[in-house]
């Protein structure tokens, strides 16, 4: 049965840092892409960054590259995201995911979801 369980979530001030992690059960990451999405509050849910399995490809939403990183633990089966830099409009429910191996940004890419850790990001 798979099994994602998003941790690490809070309150942050506007610049500072978080990091979530995802604990994965019930397939490997190494076969599958695994994704970040958030939602806020009366907004649809977007990609934030994923991590392709069959060439370790990494995209970020235009959003958040060059302050989120995303990456991965085999011997965990956990992946993680860094955020740093953090701004009022990253205030989301963020969601890890797994995806097919080819999947890319697109929530319909994605057939598990976890339970979602929320950030805000607030002074």
């Known amino acids: 049965q798979v099994q994602l369980v998003e941790s690490g979530g809070g309150l942050a001030q506007p610049g500072g840092s978080l990091t979530l992690s995802c604990a994965a059960s019930g397939f490997l990451l190494r076969y599958y892409a695994v994704g970040w999405f958030r939602q806020a509050p009366g907004k649809a849910r977007e990609g934030v960054s994923y991590?392709?399995?069959?060439?370790?490809?990494?995209t970020y939403a235009d959003s958040v590259k060059g302050r989120f990183t995303i990456s991965r633990d085999f011997a965990k089966n956990t992946i993680y995201l860094h955020m740093t830099s953090l701004k009022p409009d990253d205030t989301a429910v963020y969601y890890c995911?797994?995806?097919?191996?080819?999947?890319?940004?697109?929530?319909?890419?994605?057939?598990?979801w976890g339970q979602g850790t929320q950030v805000t990001v607030s002074s």
């Open positions: 995911a797994k995806g097919h191996s080819n999947a890319a940004l697109a929530p319909g890419d994605y057939d598990s």
């Open positions: 991590i392709r399995p069959v060439d370790s490809r990494i």
